[in-house]
């Protein structure tokens, strides 16, 4: 059990692709960080038990036990039941329903400890909110930009959660009136469908096998064909005119996406995360912020409002996550 004195709380940011599960300390220190893919096609259990290990992996690296931990907050990307620490369904993992995470959590740690359960982009953006580049503000916007695209708003201070637990979907605000779908999911004409990282890829990919001369292919053939986030950046700074066509026009999408969500919630710092950002942050961040300024309706003062990329990055959602098990 979690002794009195028990000061570190453990983080795990459950992703789609990765497992990243860290120990913060009393000073906000991540003492410990465990990064494993989450494998999703082994299944629930499969990636539970990928799960339990990273935790005791943790424990080794930092040199502590169980008992030292006093609570575990867990990034979700999927419906969930915060009260009772339940994951109800997270699509992307096949048989991954009403999972007793705080039942798990007790039994790993061998009594019963605090367990919080919040959305995978929430504990992101309160992580950067805390300690990151939203630190000093007390309204603040992010838009995390990977495989899809996600959201957190803090306002005066405290998450944005809404009547049904679903405030902050950013992903899905229409910015083109009769677009294409996200993959999978999402509205017509949504962010996610036009400035995602899949979104991107289709674009590319629909581009080379139209014979679109691009490097792209030769890139593509040193990465196992995969068009990830390291890739486009290698192609940008080589100076491939299809790749940069294509993410100047997903930049210009963000910039309407980025006013409309600043003319809503008048935020003063918009952060952006997310693999994509990630790895080409300031160069995109250049191309969406004139086109979101251009677009605001409120056109003083402008210059407080700031646009900049995550200084936590991948780190974000785990360090998040442990903030909120403090409580």
């Known amino acids: 059990m979690a002794t009195r004195t028990a000061t570190h709380t453990i983080g795990i940011d459950l992703g789609g692709t990765k497992i990243l599960t860290g120990i913060v300390n009393a000073r906000n220190e991540m003492v410990a960080t465990v990064k494993t893919p989450t494998n999703a096609q082994e299944g629930a259990q499969g ?3 990928r799960i339990i290990v990273s935790l005791d992996q943790a424990l080794v690296q930092s040199n502590l036990s169980k008992s030292d931990i006093r609570g575990v907050g867990i990034g979700v990307p999927g419906v969930f039941d915060a009260a009772s620490g339940v994951i109800i369904r997270i699509t992307n993992i096949d048989g991954m329903e009403n999972v007793n995470m705080a039942q798990l959590l007790s039994t790993w740690h061998g009594g019963k400890i605090k ?4 959305n995978d982009v929430r504990v992101a953006t309160w992580g950067e909110y805390q300690l990151g580049a939203g630190k000093g503000h007390k309204n603040m ?10 959201g957190g708003i803090i306002l005066n201070g405290k998450v944005l959660e809404g009547s049904r637990g679903s405030a902050g979907e950013v992903g899905h605000v229409v ?7 996200a993959a999978g999911a999402g509205v017509r004409g949504g962010i996610e469908a036009l400035a995602s990282r899949t979104a991107i890829e289709r674009d590319l990919r629909r581009a080379i096998a139209d014979g679109t001369a691009t490097i792209l292919p030769q890139i593509l053939a040193k990465n196992e064909n995969q068009l990830k986030s390291g890739v486009l950046r290698k192609a940008v700074r080589k100076g491939d005119a299809l790749t940069i066509s294509v993410l100047e026009r997903a930049a210009y999408y963000l910039g309407l996406h980025c006013a409309s969500v600043v003319n809503m919630l008048d935020p003063e710092i918009v952060v952006y ?5 990630e790895n080409l942050g300031d160069w995109m961040i250049e191309r969406i912020a004139p086109v979101a300024r251009r677009n605001f309706i409120n056109k003083s003062n402008l210059d407080k409002i700031s646009l900049v990329a995550t200084s936590l990055g991948e780190p974000a959602g785990a360090l998040g996550a442990a903030l909120l098990a403090r409580g």
């Open 273 to 277: 995360g997310g693999g994509l950002m």
């Open 115 to 118: 367990t919080v359960l919040s």
């Open 141 to 150: 916007v992010a838009i995390w930009v990977g495989t899809g695209i996600g």
């Open 47 to 49: 990636v539970l038990d």
């Open 175 to 181: 910015t083109l009136a009769d677009g294409p779908f």
